[in-house]
């Protein structure tokens, strides 16, 4: 038996996780040190260090490099998706800082958490194979099902906590099988390989149709699609708000962009065959999150439907498979971040000793003692619905485009009417805040970060709504590699 | 001229400024804040008013046009222009924002969100008449719904929110079908030619396949027939009004309304002349349709408001009886017609607002025998009921006579039922003056009524002036409008092309030349 050769491999493609997992590790140990009701000096820490990670990933965007024997890949698509994580990381805990302190749960562990599974997604946005997908999407979860419950003395987080894990180890072991499938057919797992091997045999075996929805699915849940979306309302709304705002954006752009590299890298000759999938799959994650949207009173859980829809929106971007469809959907990513944080953060904002902030009747009249807190929500609601001029439109307009010279008329007509039906309960949360008064007089006290955060996130969905061309030829460098 | 001057940006956004400037006042200095939304209204009107005086006349062409590079990467562009059409519809909309704003003195209640909101609309709205892209065009019309969203729903009647509510969901609904429609144009733009553009010009010129064509067309036409209203899309049109504030209903009556028949006249009929051709006879229909059932239906209200709003309707389907009917006197008698239905219509619900001020209903029995305490008030009102009903001499005469005349040469079964408007309006209109004005003064509450104030005095003579103008001399309107009322033929029965009609000056052509390097996406 000969030895097995292992190559080097090239580390330098690694940097940003590597970078990621030692600030983690750090906090951690950082943790132990800081007195217990000091314990925002982490959340700093790990601010300061995401922003330094982030600086340097940026030098890597425009390289390219395919390492770990073919298994791990750095491409502007993957830094620019790195770069979006630590966006998402700086902002949550921007909001985080004080809402913790509130919740009584200002622990440090929280932002190592954080940190960890950013370097889950991180992996996941560079796996060029099956198994690398799938080691970064269980080292995110795991430490998502444990922010999901982490004010874990209210019944609410502990149940939704557990929930989300049950689903999650669930569907992990059906993406498993999805993988096995793919292995026992090609005998490789790397995206490359099945696709080398679909070209050279064509797409006669059915298992390999099978592996292509069981990766879908394993990979659904975490974007949130339809028919894997029952878990999300309830861990949403159970989950602490800024946890939320978290797994509502990061975990799901990370899945959508794995699940796209997959489908493009690997089984891009089976197009035909996922899209008419995939088809019908964002035709009703769309719908059935914009209309049960409708329904909802809380909105923690109408937003989280929302994001279900959105994920529908954001499918279309892989559907659409053409150059337009994947600027547009590193585009939407970008713009999904701002509003829908954006968003959740304004719902922290209204968190106040013994009033949760969640319910619509806490938006009531916000526009009477807090006009400029009530028009950043507007903004973002208006970005939601994808009305200009915000960031949502462009980003809306942009899948939409793609979507329509990939000749899915029908799927465009179909997400157009779900803007309409998203428009009405958005506008419910506008309704109140404008058009009734307050109720209550427990006075706002939200921290200097959310502050920041709430209005640069406010300001940026407008102004990038307005001159959205940074973020339009960020998008399009993103996906140079690609076609 | 007033060479180089951007008049146009700066009437789109001086109201911006009005609006910056009142957010810094004390909310409690109500009369600071109110004097300061009308003296920003009268400057932005008296910076409109050239546009009409420099205007050149005989050429189709836009005028001071003004075009910069906005979103390189999708060939949008800051570019906005006016014709014969839009030059109208510019100054009905500043001159109303006066009048509107000065009719808001009542309003007590959250002074200052209100004239920030109005101000903004004013925006909006000069900025979707003159947008000449179409991405622009499109940003204008969803905004304006967020100020008007709030005007209605916060300031409104008893019913304001549902009210709100159907009319963003409705025009919402109308637009995203709107915007399907530019997206598929604008990619079909790109795929024939090569480079991206939303150039309202760069995309008229573009040949569409023509199995497309009538879903395309009936996508455009649904979103401006919901804004008209055309029947059957108008039932959001009698809530909106009734629940809107006096000024609202101006604005939503004066110049919302105009938007749908402005879309129908510049984009919607000169992108797809083939659909128009297939489609003249439905939608002459429906307007006949919404012409006899908006008369009728307002000849059995209680409300003086809903009569007023049904009234709105049936007069709507005048203007687009004399569109798709498709020569120059119906189309120019539509155009006037709606810039007489803003003024004579607007100037009703301002009536409606002044006695709806003093006694805080609308309902025609509540009233009775009024002429008597309020003398000036009731001949106002009977100038802008003879107005709106087309009696010779005032407006609304001259706009319905082309119109009819017009579309009697082509359609003149259609021109018979549409004439019966004018019959229907003289009944709703003249029995409800029965009703409210004359009759025994019996209602005690009617007893002490006062009769007009200074203020109010003051905006009913400025709206009657341009009643008795364009009734007696039209001529100043029409010359105006006619070259680019014949451009708009012409494309709408695809008996010219873009590049024949309007010739690009060679200074923009070359903008849009260099940029299209760069706006290419490379494959």
Redesign the interface.
Known sequence: MSAINVPVPNLSAIVPEILTTVLACFLLMFDLFVPKDRKRVVGIVALIGCIFVGAVTAKYINEHIVTFSGMFILDPFSVVLKLLFLLCDVVVILISLRYLEIENVSLGEYYALLIFATVGMMIMASANDLIMVYLGLETMALSVYVLAGFTRMTPKAAEAALKYFLMGVFISGIFLYGIALTYGVVGSTGLPDVSQYITLNGFKNPVLGVAVILIAAGLGLEIAMAPFHFWAPDVYEGAPTSVTAFISVAPKVAAIAALFRIYIEAFNLMAAYWQSILWLVAALTMTIGNVTAVLQNNVKRMLAYSSIAHAGYMLMGILAYNKLGLAALAFYFFAYCLMNIGAFGIVIYLRRQNIVGDNLEDFKGLAQVHPMLALVMVVFLLSLTGIPPTVGFVGKFLLFSAAVEAGFYWLVAIAVLNSVISLYYYFKIAKVMYMENPEVDVPLSAGMGLKVAVFTLGLLTFVLGIYPHPLISLAQRSISSFF | MIANFPILTVLIFFPLVGVLIISFIDRKNVNVIRWTAFVISVIEFLISVPLYFEFRLGTPQFQFVEKHP?????GAYYYVGIDGISLFLVLLTTFLTVLSILASWSIEK?VK?YMISFLFLETTMVGVFVALDILLF??FW??L??PM??LI??WGGPR??YA??KF??YT??GS??M??AI??L??NHYNVTGFLSFDLFELLKTPVPSTVVPWLFLAFAVAFAIKVPMWPFHTWLPDAHVEAPTAGSVILAGVLLKMGTYGFMRFCMPFFPSAVQKFALLFLALSVIGIIYGALVALVQEDIKKLVAYSSVSHLGTCMLGLFALNLQSVSGSLLQMINHGISTGALFLLVGVIYDRRHTRLIKEYGGIAKVMPMYATFFMIAMFSSCGLPGLNGFVGEFLTLIGTFQNYPIFAVLGTTAVVFSAAYLLWMYKRVFFQPLTNPANMKLKDLNFREFVILLLITVPMFWIGLYPKPFLERMQPSVEAFIKLSKGEATVSMIYKKDTASSKVALDLSEDTK?E?
């Open positions: 906005w979103i390189k990467a999708w959250r969100e499109y940003l969803e905004l719904l967020i969203f709030l729903g916060v304001r929110v709100a509510i963003f969901l919402m609904a995203v079908l915007l399907g997206i598929y604008y990619w996406i494959d």
